[in-house]
């Protein structure tokens, strides 16, 4: 199931990320915790999948706005209530993770014809300087794929990868001194089977691992 | 979790499965019952096979991989992000154990790696069983890591987003923002510890009645092998005879034959190379093992599974999807190709600690085989140890362990951490070197059994952290009567009186 083919990025703009004050006393000291900004879709207008990584946000809650609303008040629906980003939101945990909420989650799925979503997030905590969600990205199933092309792809892409049987190995200490350059045989011609064998590679290479100094430079490849 | 991850997780851990030799005997097994039984017709044929094979032992063997592998698979699911400032913290890290390894490598004027002779080799291979006679001159070496050094790099770390406020907050040494678990959950969890539950290492004294029954039923439950039950039976501690096989159960490791194949391929990795670290683990065995009466005697098993520890890339796996980086040199093979090559140093990726060599000694004195006692160690490794040191935001990692044994000994016993603290003195840099040796070293060999039980019964490694805090604790008195910060090592520094249940017990109550 390659990404590129199943999904497609969806298209919007952004605005700011604006922490929310009561009343118009931005001056205050006082931290309302509550933070909003609104998206814009652009050309395609659903949306299967919200992927982002958050930044210390505590809690979100995502309304959108159809296009062509029936409802003449073209009032904004709730899909997604005070969902948990942080186990704790005094802890770490979850504070720079990467999350995905699919339409599964979504509280009312009958939503199409999307032009607007809200976002709003809630971060109690007194613990952190600032918060908000990054990188966010908006993907919808690609509909051009038909469900009998993705079943067709799925069963050659299964052919492709044969059973492998495990043969009985009988007396097992006579057998293992010998096999030892059976193993690597074997491992070289396992490379196309996922197999037990193929999860432990050979640190070597051809047989060389002259090693004389570390990379210190390790954060590239 | 969304569709893409569980999908992949879905054919991995099919695949994984069926490239299994439970899997094979499964095969068979279902085969067999289709042969003999006599109730079986094409009409129930369905409902008659499922059956008998939901009570087979063998679909049972299958279902432990599943749950072990699944188990696995979804404990990191929120590792650090290699941009955020723990992230950023491993990679310094990571590049501080470079220097050194590559400073060792320099000062002593020898390579990394290198091959051995074929001589060499056959050298090496006749003297297997008492590798302890191999050794050399020793002393110029040094550990790559000693644990102070980490501990000061734990407590350097800080989140740049804190405010003031929760900056004046932290009363530990630990400032990283990692999320406790309540004392209240922790006990819930922990609830098989109460003193209402008999518990072996402590109780069979008193009645003798309870532990044969106890006994009996852990036949039963080795018998019916379920990783559940067995779980949930030896978190009252495992009788002695049956540990092995309950570890084993626990930790889902039974050695098949392409183990034990694997096993013997390890082994010629020795013979075939000379890795500068394995010096580096034999001082390491030498100066903490060897020295200490209650071990000395597994000074070859320990070795021999070091050895192969380092030569195992199974465990490169590990560091995967995580921000971790494996060292990595470059080499250039000798068939002409004028290319360097990027290899992983060492193959297994892990550099070691001072006295890691500890977290060893334990099993060796419930497995007698080193086929199974390498298996058991590996998996005991990839499981829990290698969280001891990492940097990461996962609760079970040092960090998590750290600040759980904070906050524990503050909530519970405000006082003593506050005296402590008044006398300049850290609790928690008494209790780090405990912690990060899971207590190896430090009790009772069959005391250290008896808390191990619970890290694989509990699946967690803040057993560590609660037992820590409960020595303080225990030691309450004598602590709250010292004066002066040089007598707290006297009163902490022998703990092999102590009874690991009863402590954990009092913690708990």
């Known amino acids: 199931m390659s990404e590129d083919k199943l999904w497609v990025n969806v298209n919007f703009d952004m605005r700011n990320q604006l922490k929310l004050f009561v009343g118009e006393r931005s001056k205050t000291q006082f931290d309302s915790g509550c933070k909003m900004f609104d998206i814009f879709l652009k050309d395609t207008f659903r949306f299967d999948e919200i992927k982002f990584q958050n930044f210390y946000t505590g809690y979100i809650t995502i309304k959108v706005k159809e296009r062509f609303s ?74 051009d794929l038909s469900i009998e092309k993705v079943l067709e792809d799925f069963s050659k892409k299964s052919e492709k990868v044969k059973i492998k049987k495990i043969e009985k190995i009988p007396p097992i200490d006579v057998l293992s001194t010998r096999l030892q350059n059976l193993w690597i045989l074997s491992n070289e011609a396992s490379k196309q089977v996922k197999s037990k064998i193929e999860d432990n590679p050979r640190f070597d290479i051809d047989g060389c691992y002259d090693v004389n100094l570390l990379s210190v430079n390790h954060s590239q490849n | 979790m969304d569709a893409e991850a569980q999908y992949k997780l879905g054919t991995e851990l099919s695949e994984f499965v069926t490239n299994s030799q439970a899997y094979y005997e499964f095969f068979q097994n279902v085969q067999e019952i289709v042969t003999t039984a006599s109730d079986l017709s094409l009409i129930n044929m369905n409902e008659v096979l499922m059956d008998k094979i939901k009570s087979s032992a063998s679909s049972r063997a299958i279902t432990n991989i599943i749950f072990y592998n699944h188990k696995l698979n979804s404990i990191d699911e929120n590792g650090p992000v290699s941009t955020t400032y723990l992230g950023k913290a491993q990679t310094q890290w990571e590049k501080k154990l470079i220097k050194s390894m590559n400073s060792i490598c320099t000062e002593l004027n020898m390579p990394l790696a290198k091959k051995r002779s074929i001589l060499e080799g056959q050298e090496l291979k006749k ?119 309950l570890w084993a159960q626990i930790l889902n490791v039974n050695v098949e034959n392409l183990d034990k194949i694997y096993y013997n391929y390890l082994k010629q990795c020795v013979f075939d190379y000379d890795l500068l670290i394995d010096s580096i683990y034999y001082k390491d065995v030498k100066t903490k093992a060897v020295n200490d009466d209650q071990v000395f005697v597994f000074e070859d098993l320990l070795y021999q599974v070091l050895l192969l520890f380092t030569r195992d890339t199974h465990l490169l796996k590990l560091y995967e999807n995580k921000s971790i980086q494996i060292p990595k040199a470059y080499i250039r093979p000798k068939n002409g190709d004028q290319r360097y090559h990027p290899v992983f140093y060492p193959p297994n990726g892990f550099l070691p600690f ?95 059994l008896e808390l191990w039980d619970r890290i694989l019964a509990f699946n967690s490694l803040e057993i560590l952290s609660v037992f820590a805090a409960g020595v303080f604790m225990y030691r309450r008195q004598n602590l709250m009567s010292i004066t002066n910060k040089s007598h707290v090592e006297s009163i902490l520094d022998d703990l092999t009186s102590l009874k690991v249940v009863a402590i954990l017990q009092l913690v708990f109550a």
């Open chain 2, 127 to 245: 003297i297997w069983n008492e590798l302890g006679t191999n050794v050399s001159d020793l002393k110029k070496f040094r550990p790559i890591f000693s644990i102070n050094e980490i501990f000061d790099h734990i407590l350097s770390i800080k989140c740049n987003n804190l405010t003031d406020l929760a900056f004046k907050s932290i009363t530990g040494l630990i400032s990283v923002p990692i999320r406790i678990k309540p004392f209240d959950e922790l006990k819930k969890q922990y609830e098989k510890m109460s003193l209402e539950y008999f518990q072996s290492g402590l109780d069979e004294n008193l009645n003798s009645l309870i532990e044969q029954e106890k006994h009996k039923n852990g036949i039963k439950v080795v018998e019916i092998n379920d990783i559940i039950m067995t779980k949930e039976f030896s978190k009252t501690g495992c009788t002695r005879s049956l540990r092995g096989k």
């Open chain 2, 354 to 448: 001072e006295g890691f060599t500890l977290l060893v000694t334990p099993i060796c004195y419930v497995y007698s085989d080193p086929i199974l006692l390498y298996y058991i160690f590996r998996k005991f490794f990839v499981t829990h140890f290698y969280k001891l040191s990492i940097i990461s935001s996962d609760p079970q990692s040092i960090i998590g362990l750290c600040a759980l044994f904070e906050n524990i000994l503050q909530s519970k016993d405000p006082k003593l951490f506050f005296h402590l603290r008044k006398l300049d003195i850290q609790p928690l840099r008494i209790a780090f070197k405990w912690i990060i040796r899971a207590f190896s070293g430090s009790l009772l060999s069959s005391q250290l």
């Open chain 1, 70 to 143: 029936k409802d003449t008040n073209n009032e904004w629906k709730l899909i997604l209530k005070r969902y948990k980003l942080m186990a704790n939101v005094h802890g770490e945990t979850g504070a720079n993770q990467i999350f995905t909420i699919s339409k599964d989650m979504f509280l009312d799925k009958d939503v199409n014809n999307i032009s607007q979503l809200r976002f709003i997030l809630q971060q109690p905590s007194f613990y952190w300087k600032d918060f908000g969600i990054d990188d966010i990205k908006l993907k919808a199933l690609n509909t």
